[in-house]
């Protein structure tokens, strides 16, 4: 193994750390749901804010964030997210101590800010970091840590956030409106020691990444002051882009869907009407499949076409969501937990399909594609719509379409298309 080769293998172990942690901040938000969804006495449509500000962020901040990484490099990008990200942590404790929803909303957009500078800057530096045509199982390899790191969170999650006793709406009825309101900012609080826990361990992660020396990766998008010229427009000529952009779009949307609804789902009645300490085991089942699936996947990309095994996973995905709305009980949300295991390929296999012979554009699609991950604001929000008009199980019916999309782009959107003479790269 050449020198080089080591270099890479030690930075992909410290940048595998970043995925790791933001996928473990990303799905506490399917435990803050329920969570602040009962403290707050929430809607299904008001409760999705969550994920709508989480995800918001992502839009709003991609580009600043891509300028930030372009402009400083992406090691010093990298820590300037990751303290970002502590900062939102931190924000927690006073919005628990206050008791808002809107402080809580506000301390989740920080939060995603800094995990928008990380998105930006490590997906870009794994898919480049070592040989081109093994981008797509490097990826899905530090993606898999970050399904560790989603699994994990639920069901710690789970224990801390959501093992005190929740009063129904009789029970609060009862209370006087003092007694309310040092029952609300009692269940509130409860997440202030593991944000600051967090926080801790992000700024502990920010003096690592900032200490540790990784190897420099020559930002193609700068290279060559021919292509100073170029827009966003530009990059979206190329068809596989600009359909790659939407299936992000989709992607992030389903799955962050069923995961922010997971625990709702279970609880039902007629599916699993358990409490919602026991359903947020499933959302890490859910989370765990992702993690085993990219595993899977990183190994099958050696041998078989990304675009296939795109196309063929987001079938499997769409067979499960139609069982889970067409049956009712345990096998309706075993279907939808195993949607897990084959959502697990999909985000790197796009991400990397679409960033195929960019060149000197690589830089810029993948800030569009990042901004993409803002699907996992407004599906989910639509979701949680028509779960307030049609029912919960229902409103299943737009991940379905979500993977109908993917199905398209794994046989046909991701095909390398030549885009009009002035914008090529050659």
């Known amino acids: ?14 940048i595998t750390t970043l995925f790791f942690m933001w996928g473990f901040l990303t799905s506490l938000n399917d435990i803050l749901i329920p969570h602040l969804k009962a403290v707050f006495k929430l809607n299904y449509t008001q409760s999705i804010l969550i994920q709508f500000t989480f995800f918001s962020a992502y839009f709003i901040m991609s580009i600043p964030s891509g300028w930030l990484v372009s402009k400083f490099g992406y090691q010093k990008g990298l820590v300037m997210g990751i303290i970002v990200s502590a900062i939102g942590a ?9 008791a808002s929803y809107p402080l809580f909303l506000g301390a989740l957009f920080v939060l995603a800010t800094g995990i928008t500078v990380l998105q930006v800057g490590a997906n870009p530096y ?14 899905n390899l530090a993606q898999a840590f970050n399904s560790l790191g989603t699994t994990i969170a639920p069901y710690l999650g789970g224990l801390i956030i959501l093992g005190g006793t929740v009063l129904s709406a009789s029970q609060l ?7 309310q309101a040092a029952y609300k900012a009692t269940q509130a609080q409860s997440v202030q020691i593991p944000y600051l826990g967090l926080a801790g361990i992000l700024i502990l992660l920010a003096i690592l990444v900032g200490f540790f020396n990784l190897p420099q990766i020559r930002d193609t998008e700068h290279d060559d002051q021919s292509d100073g010229d170029h ?8 068809r ?9 779009f989709v992607y992030v949307g389903a799955e ?18 358990m409490s919602g300490t026991d359903a947020s085991a499933y959302v890490s089942f859910y989370w765990f499949g992702a993690m085993v699936g990219r595993f899977i996947g990183s190994a099958l990309l050696q041998k078989v076409d990304a675009r296939k095994l795109l196309a063929i996973f987001a079938m499997i995905a769409l067979g499960l969501v139609t069982t889970g709305i067409l049956s009712a009980g345990m096998v309706a949300a075993w279907a939808l937990v ?9 985000f790197p296999n796009i991400f990397t399909l679409a960033i195929k012979d960019l060149g000197n554009m690589t830089s810029s699609a993948s800030s569009l594609l990042v901004m993409a991950i803002v699907g996992g604001a407004v599906i989910p929000l639509l979701e949680g719509v028509l779960a307030d008009n049609i029912g919960l199980h229902l409103a299943f019916v737009l991940p379905l379409a979500c993977y109908l999309y993917i199905i398209f782009y794994g046989f046909n959107g991701s095909k390398v298309i030549a885009a009009p003479a002035k914008n090529r790269v050659e």
Not at 231 to 238: A, G, I, M, R
Not at 261 to 271: A, E, T
């Open 1 to 14: 193994m050449t020198k080089e080769q080591t270099n890479n293998r030690l930075a992909l172990t410290v």
């Open 231 to 238: 827009s966003f427009w530009d990059v979206l000529s190329y």
């Open 90 to 98: 931190i924000l927690f404790y006073p919005a628990a101590s206050f």
């Open 240 to 248: 596989h882009v600009r359909y790659g952009v939407v299936a992000i």
């Open 173 to 179: 009825h009862k209370m006087s409106a003092h007694q």
């Open 126 to 139: 794994v898919a480049v970091l070592g040989d081109p045509d093994t981008s797509s199982s490097r990826l």
């Open 338 to 346: 195993l949607v897990g295991l084959f959502n697990s390929i999909m």
């Open 256 to 273: 962050v869907s069923i995961g922010s609804f997971l625990v709702n789902f279970i609880k039902l009645p007629s599916i699993g009407n």
